[in-house]
């Protein structure tokens, strides 16, 4: 054990809410409303409203998973529910296939529009995302009231079958309670996975995520085709429920009160999902009472949810969350975090980072300008030089955030020019920011493993073992490591400034990287702060990692590093053993503030 930091205190001992809760706890309440949906006698009027509720709820998840968990907006969800609507009604009312064959279909036709729309859209970002999903679904909704001989337009499609098991109402509505626990329960533990982690470090910090080995792109469209599927399914059951369908069921008014049923509820979870959706089929019913003083019922009903919106900006369920979080808190861990490990690299090339006539203009400004040096395997090398001298800019060139305008940069020996970030570091880059870039809305550990999940090789495998728990053992050693692990599950918010450099560092170090790039780690330190940070960097280079680190500290740079490279706009003014550079008067006259020379500058 090699803490650093002392004043880490230790995490309290949780519980969960119910002793032993988990899959069994589920199958069981989920068997009693089975029960209840199949034996209840529930009148005819209740029966629709408990079908409209769980299949409109199937939809909502849809959006927990692209807007709660990945921070995507989707405003055609109920232009995924039609079509997953009226591939069950054509399907099943025109073409006589069976239930099971057209809620499939029309399934996979909403993940395969969801997948496309979010191919095309998702490289462009957040507001042409929500425009071409308004689109989507303005396209949608002419086509089903014009295609008339396809979809008998306005009319709508009627004598839509249900499947032969479940033909009665009570039935129907247990198949729907069924589907309704089956999607989410895996939406609920989506977070909790490799694909749900990604979408949450996306949302969180989309930066961040791709220098952690996160494919961006890649998962949001993951996200947005999950989503769109689940709208799909629900549309089918709602379908098959209700025996009737019609265009203007599926509008873009729709759309907006799935988007409202999410946010009312809480978009951060499946229960926030169940509340929002319950709560405004139920409540837009019990107020037709109201209806003697036309348009009042809707009045009130828009009040209550800007209220609650305005009150609760985390919806009902994050709400009641905040009180129930300290029993929703898993347990401490009962053994000590095993050792950080990082594998040797292959030791393949002397160097491992060789960059050579590296630029980087911004239009006229020359920010980086062919800049070459090597940092040797195993040592610590720092980049200095005043402020606005390209090191940053260097430091993003470096690991794929921007594309150099010339040279060439090799990793091991491999050139990685061409790379997306997400590769380099699967490649072995790791790196921190000079602006602390953390999963914000996650725990300490949930930071660290999305960094330990990057693996360079399998070497996770070879030397934890597999799995889940070899995951958060080498993400609970990392944060050993620097010294936090005793407050691994702590919020981010809670940790002080320096505490998430240190999480930020700890980070880079679980996925095992070969050259680790810091920049400025020891800026915003108080003088403690810096000691310990000093102690821990000759811990890393003890352990043999390569760091590339960025400095203004003069007393750091000098006792960590062996060799170091001097940029003064743009250029590489000096490059060479530690001792020699700092003595050099170029870089004396750089940093000591005689008067910049203007001609430099663009
Ligand atoms: P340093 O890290 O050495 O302080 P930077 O690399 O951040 O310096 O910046 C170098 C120069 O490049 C600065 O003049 C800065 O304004 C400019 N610069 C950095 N990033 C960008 C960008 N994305 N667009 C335009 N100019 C930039
Ligand atoms: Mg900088």
């Not at 080995?213 to 429920?241: E, N, P, S, T």
């Not at 050579?356 to 200095?384: E, P, T």
């Not at 062996?562 to 590489?572: A, D, K, P, S, Y």
């Amino acid at each position: 054990m090699s803490a650093t930091v002392q004043t880490a205190k230790p995490a309290p001992v949780r519980r969960p809410l119910v002793p032993g809760a988990g899959p069994l706890a589920y199958l069981a309440v989920v068997g009693l409303a089975m029960l209840a949906a199949v034996f209840v006698p529930f009148d005819d009027y209740i029966l629709h409203i408990l079908v409209e509720s769980t299949t409109y709820a199937i939809a909502v998840f849809g959006l927990t998973v692209v807007l709660g968990l990945c921070g995507q907006i989707n405003l055609a969800q109920a232009a995924f529910f039609g079509l997953g609507a009226y591939a069950v009604g054509l399907g099943t009312a025109d073409l006589h296939w069976s239930f099971w064959l057209a809620l499939a279909l029309g399934a996979g036709v909403a993940l395969l529009m969801g997948a496309f729309l979010g191919m095309s859209t998702l490289r462009l970002g957040g507001h042409y995302l929500a425009m071409v999903t308004i689109s989507f679904q303005q396209i949608l909704t002419l086509v089903m009231i014009n295609w008339i001989p396809v979809t008998h337009g306005p009319d709508g499609i009627g004598n839509i079958a249900r499947p032969a098991l479940f033909t009665s109402g009570h039935g129907y509505l247990g198949l729907c309670v069924v589907a309704l626990a089956l999607v989410g329960y895996l939406v609920w533990r989506l977070p909790e996975t490799k694909l749900g982690r990604s979408m949450r470090a996306v949302r969180d910090n989309e930066l961040a995520a791709s220098v952690s080995g996160i494919d961006v792109y890649r998962i949001k469209v993951a996200a947005f085709a999950l989503c769109a599927l689940l709208g799909g399914i629900g549309g089918g059951l709602f379908a098959g429920g209700f025996a009737y369908v019609s265009p203007d069921q599926f509008s873009f008014a729709e759309s907006i009160v799935f988007l409202t049923m999410a946010l009312l509820g809480g978009v951060a979870s499946p229960i926030g999902a169940l509340i929002g959706t319950a709560l405004l089929i139920v409540l837009p019913e019990t107020l037709r009472f109201l209806k003697s003083v036309p348009g009042l019922y809707l009045a009130i009903y828009g009040l209550a949810v800007i209220l609650i919106i305005r009150f609760m900006p985390d919806g009902i369920w994050g709400f009641l969350q905040a009180y129930l979080r300290r029993y929703l808190m898993p347990p401490g861990f009962t053994q000590d975090a095993p050792e950080l490990v990082l594998a040797p690299a292959k030791l393949e090339a002397p160097s491992a980072l060789e960059a050579k006539g590296l630029s980087k203009h911004f239009g006229g400004l020359k920010a980086v300008d062919g800049v070459s040096f090597a940092v040797r395997r195993g040592s610590v090398h720092a980049l200095i030089g005043p402020n606005g001298s390209g090191k940053t800019t260097t430091l993003n060139v470096l690991s794929g955030l921007y594309t150099p305008t010339t040279g060439k940069i090799a990793l091991d020996g491999h050139d990685i020019t061409a790379l997306p970030p997400h590769a380099r570091a699967a490649a072995g880059l790791g790196r921190t920011f000079q602006n602390i870039r953390l999963f914000r809305s996650m725990s300490a550990l949930d930071n660290v493993v999305i960094g330990a999940e990057r693996q360079r090789n399998d070497f996770l495998a070879h030397h934890l073992g597999d799995g889940h728990a070899a995951l958060i053992g080498q993400a609970r050693a990392a944060l050993d490591f620097v010294g936090l692990e005793a407050r691994a599950r702590d919020p981010i918010t809670s940790f002080s400034y320096g505490h998430q450099r240190l999480i930020e560092i700890a980070r880079a170090l679980a996925g095992n990287p070969t050259l680790l790039l810091l920049d400025e780690p020891a800026a915003g330190l108080n003088s403690t702060e810096k000691l310990e940070l000093r102690g821990l960097l000759k811990r890393i280079a003890a352990k043999g990692l390569t760091i590339l680190i960025i400095d203004h500290d003069m007393a750091l740079v000098s006792d960590v590093a062996e060799h170091i490279t001097v940029l003064n706009f743009g250029r590489r003014i000096a490059d060479g053993m530690a001792a020699e550079v700092l003595r050099n008067p170029d870089v004396i006259a750089a940093y000591l503030g005689a008067e910049p020379d203007v001609d430099h500058r663009p």
